[in-house]
């Protein structure tokens, strides 16, 4: 139960005796490891390998057929070998008890549970590419397993690293189906886990520092704990700090030298004075906005995490953000640790909040294709594009950028790496081009707005530049001293519901404290903090894409990453805000799903209702034409193709039909390519072309949502 009414002399008269005590050394006891026996990830469908697999052609080369998995089905057969998953997991507990005698922990229990870390393995993939030449072949086994650290009952990721080995197994062509090629496979399957997993405890060991930082209680004001450090000491909004007792507070104000929290699992008689903050480092990313990758759309052999991880770490410490770390397989450790520990899962966890800025990623259609230049040499093209957008609490669209890797090798025919081989690095490119645009380009602004006054239940906020927009929620805070200290303490959540002549109106929506018929009420003279990108405009002028709705062809060929293009292309383009309330590319779930699907499955408090703004204009339908002009062909492997392209968009009303149409047209000449290949080479061109013209639909005068 969380207590309304604390002691606030017994926190002030403890303030001497806990500064004396820290000068002496008086430390909060230590940090625990307790490595869970869940193996992660085995319990996902598997990758289905079919016949089709083997390859007709000498230098071709094939993966495993796409089920929407990224774990070929003999790697879990060879999990399941008798004996060999509980070897895994004993190695696994002898190990962390090998390496950190001190911090191992064989059970988590009332007592130990806000100090004890749960470590956990995951498979994220294990696949397998052949490449076969002439009478041989190599079968090529990636594995890729993650080490997480996570605080189960905050739901963050203290330490995550994955690693990857390749297996390369030489075979004769005829004995790829063999039974004893698939007895080889699953054996070095089983090498390659325990390998792997070796090579990330090794890491574990040589890079985990964890450290507490302790945090006295000063006083309190109101139900609001008053703490005596702040951003300079690596304390910031959003963290959540433990005591012994296993009371949990959250940080919701920061200032250099003090911070304000909230009790959020304390019993009405705990008075814990000293609170803690475990960390691995002492990064200043505390005075940075939290963002939360919200959803990645990636093709079917392509693993989310992958992608997550390697654009969390480019971003690193030099964005202007700090990304909230999460463990999307939080609901299967918190069940598996429910079995294996004393660690109530619905009482003790999914206690989180949820930032208000999202990122999401959507890896578009890659372009890939092998060309013979002459009877020992081939060019190998490879294009892959990762967007990537920053959104805020309203579902508005505040950055938007594409990431692109392109690449033409020549290589001897049949000998080059699997094009799926490249096409992982090429992926990797495009996620480093992307992290690098955030970094450079997104910045944020702080600003204060004042309450002007108090109108029918309503608060009217002065906003003479736009910074807030329809649907926003934002914080009220209450300017407040202690001591010689300026702080703000927030005091309700609200949610912007209208502007006009330079004010914003306000609906209140929850206190940041209930405390009944005491609750704080806004007043004139508080605050509306925010962390700013540009400004804001007007609701009824703003764009949004018609959900479940695919771009209309208007033509006879097909160009499946149009509706993406085009959103991409209006989100950096256009004058007008975008709002990504609605599936912005094919396969994409809504933006509110796709957050209240990390309730239910990353730690975050399954009782949030994100709730996101829709437009109350027409949405728009991206609409294109691909049509071939002409074709004339030298040889049967050498032809000219000429195309014309027109791409725009159209508004569809609440009756459902389509009205003011704007588009604009250009010829793309396609010079010596074969038939094989024009597919290819013409979606190479229309990712260029499909941009430049939706830049001249969103300056052209007739653009408009508007009903």
Known sequence: MISSVLNVSYYRSLLAATCLSMCFGMAHASLLIYPSTAVL???????QRSSAEVPTDAAETTAVSITGAVIDCDFMSAMQESGFLSQIQQDFINKIKQDFPKAYADQVNAANKGRTFILSLEVVRASRYVVKKESTAEV??????????TNILTGEVIYAQNLTQIKPIKLLATDLQASTTQAQVMQEYRKLFKEVMSGLLVQLKSELNLAQIEVPVVTQWKSYLILSKGTDQNIGVGDELSAGDGSLIRVVSASGQQSVAIPILMDASAKPNMFVKNVRSTSKAVNKPKVLIADILSHPEQSKDLIEAVFASELGDQAAFSLTPVNRRYGQLAAALSQETQLAQREDTQQRSLPDLFIRLAVLPNV???????SLTEVQVHQTRVMGELIDSSGRVLFAALGVDKKEEKVSTGMGFALQDRQEVSLKNALLDLAGQFVKNVRFEKISLNVQQIKDNQVVIADPDQRLS?????KIYRPYKFGQVNTVIPIWDAQVIKQEAGVAYLDLVLPIVDAGKDTLQPKVDDVVLLNAIGTAAPLNTALVFCPN?????LGPVVFDAAKTLSYFSLATQATLPLYATTGSTEGQQPL???????????????????????PPT??????YLIKQQSETCTTPKQCNFEYQVVAGVRSIGADGKPANPVGFSQTIKIQSVSRD??????QQHLFDAVPALLQKVSLSPTFSPTR
């Not at 990830?41 to 990758?47: A, I, K, R």
């Not at 290949?677 to 013409?682: E, R």
């Open 41 to 47: 990830g085995l319990s996902d469908s598997c990758l």
């Open 140 to 149: 090529f086994l990636p594995v890729t397993l993650a080490l997480k650290l």
């Open 368 to 374: 890939s294709y092998s060309q013979s230049i002459g």
């Open 470 to 474: 329809n649907g926003m929620n934002v």
């Open 549 to 553: 709705t695919a771009a209309a062809a």
């Open 592 to 614: 509110a799903a796709a957050v209240q699907a990390l309730t239910e499955n990353a730690g975050f408090r399954s009782t949030l209702q994100p709730k996101f703004v829709t």
């Open 618 to 623: 027409n949405c728009i339908q991206p609409v």
């Open 677 to 682: 290949n024009l597919d290819a080479v013409l």
